[in-house]
């Protein structure tokens, strides 16, 4: 909750003063399809993904009238040095492939483009959406 939460709670309190004088800006948040997912063992992770995402939705609607978007992005597992141990347990990487239509699991470098379409004057009229990026 700390991480996933509080973390983002605070430093939104933090920069919002200084996004205000600077006028239009962006805010992106790092969601997760585990907020609408029921992984198994992910009780903690999602209930703090869920809880994040209402905050950056209350978040929009609080500063849209600041000029400020806040949005969030939700990649699905992505190969990463965090997941690489969990990957690593025998048969998971394969587990999880198989229920992705694509048949990979994400690199960070499938995350960027998304992330710049929010931050990008594209989506000015975007705000208080989760985009999620799991290939299906």
């Not at 973390?7 to 004088?21: D, R």
């Not at 948040?29 to 907020?35: D, E, K, L, P, Q």
């Not at 999880?96 to 994400?106: H, S």
Request: aromatic residues 8%; proline residues 6%; contains cysteine.
């Amino acid at each position: 909750m700390q991480v996933n939460l509080q973390n983002c709670f605070w430093l939104g309190q933090i920069v919002v003063e200084g996004m205000k004088k600077l006028g239009r800006e962006k805010m992106v948040f790092f969601s997760s399809v585990s907020r609408v997912l029921a992984h198994p063992h992910h009780g903690a992770y999602a209930a703090s993904k869920g809880a994040m995402n209402q905050l950056m939705k209350v978040r929009a609607v609080d500063w849209a009238n600041k000029g400020i978007c806040v949005n969030a992005v939700g990649p699905g597992y992505a190969e990463t040095p965090l997941t690489q141990k969990y990957l690593g347990l025998p048969g998971k990487k394969e587990e999880l492939i198989e229920k992705v239509p694509m048949g990979r699991l994400a690199i960070p470098q499938d995350i960027v483009g998304p992330v710049l379409f929010l931050i990008s004057p594209r989506s000015d009229y975007v705000t208080g959406q989760v985009l999620l990026v799991d290939r299906g």
